[in-house]
């Protein structure tokens, strides 16, 4: 039987949105979009909704067919939830009418006690064993160290530079990952 492919876990801010660029330099190949999502509104402190002032938002058309290549099942991983589908799938070139799966994290701390991002350990819990790459610009030493005791399977954690978000050689890391878990997974079949 083949093995599910692994998943590919999604960050938007500083992967997908190269937040950290400079403000007045938009990176190449991407295109500027002004948005209000929930999230970004529910950071306003109750202020009504027209008071609220957008979000800019840098992202890639290119990006989605290009994740679509890769050798994945993608799945949102990003403090955007369920508003990635609604609001940033669809503008990276994804297809509009299937969403993908979206981990939750509810509203909580963004480092947990343990030093962990508040990602980690729903990662964890989601990937349950399967082997997975986890795409951010905020994985640390501690989500390392957490992600190599609790999960049993192959994982990568692949930081992304927020002033660049995802590249060229981003991809060839992602990809090239997959290919050597497919080769080892195939060699223990074999074994
Ligand atoms: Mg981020």
């Not at 993908?100 to 064993?129: C, H, M, N, S």
């Amino acid at each position: 039987m083949r093995a599910p492919k692994p998943l590919l876990l999604l960050d938007v801010d500083g992967v997908l949105n190269p937040c950290e660029a400079l403000p007045h330099r938009r990176p190449p190949g991407y295109q500027t979009h002004r948005l209000k999502p929930d999230c970004w509104i529910a950071q306003h402190d109750g202020l009504p909704e027209h008071l609220v002032k957008p979000l800019r938002v840098w992202l890639n058309p290119a990006h989605g067919p290009a994740l679509m290549r890769l050798p994945y099942e993608l799945v949102w991983a990003t403090t955007w939830e369920h508003d990635a589908n609604e609001w940033i799938g669809w503008r990276i070139g994804l297809p509009r009418t299937e969403d993908l799966p979206v981990i939750e994290f509810g509203d909580q701390d963004v480092i947990r006690p343990d030093g962990t991002y508040v990602k980690t350990w729903r990662i964890v819990e989601y990937a349950a064993g399967r082997p997975f790459a986890w795409v951010d610009d905020q994985i640390g030493d501690a989500d390392r160290a957490y992600v190599a005791r609790h999960h049993t399977g192959p994982a990568l954690l692949h930081y992304v530079d927020p002033r660049k978000g995802l590249t060229d050689d981003d991809f060839t890391v992602l990809a090239d990952w997959a290919a050597q878990i497919s080769t080892d997974t195939t060699k223990g079949a074999d074994a």
